[in-house]
Nanobody, 121 residues
Framework: QVQLVESGGGLVQSGGSLRLSCTAS????????MSWYRQAPGKQSELVAS???????NYADSVKGRFFISRDDAENTLYLQMKSLIPEDTAVYYC???????????????WGQGTQVTVSS
């Protein structure tokens, strides 16, 4: 069974930094695109950043230049380095990975349990 486990959230002051990690465990064949999403109270979920196997990256306009996504395929781990945090970044952050469990089968989306990031002003 594939699991994604996130870590690294917490409380930080405005202007501070945090690094989120997400590690995939279990038996699977290959991980394709990996992404971070976030959901703030009362708001819809939004894509924060994604990274392909190439790797090529994509960022939401609101985090460009402040957040940096990376992956370590040897460790099946996704990272999100967040700098210059602002209160508007406060949300639950979710890791997402598109994974093929066995060769020749369809890929599916897997999600982590979420990690809270709170930025105080």
């Amino acid at each position: 069974q594939v699991q994604l486990v996130e870590s690294g959230g917490g409380l930080v002051q405005s202007g501070g930094s945090l690094r989120l990690s997400c590690t995939a465990s279990g038996r699977f064949f290959r991980i394709y695109t990996m992404s971070w999403y976030r959901q703030a109270p009362g708001k819809q979920s939004e894509l924060v950043a994604s990274v392909t196997r190439d790797p090529s990256t994509n960022y939401a306009d609101s985090v460009k230049g402040r957040f940096f996504i990376s992956r370590d395929d040897a460790e099946n781990t996704l990272y999100l380095q967040m700098k210059s945090l602002i209160p508007e970044d406060t949300a639950v952050y979710y890791c997402n990975a598109r994974i093929i469990v066995r060769p020749g089968t369809l890929d599916y989306d897997y999600w982590g349990q979420g990690t809270q990031v709170t930025v105080s002003s």
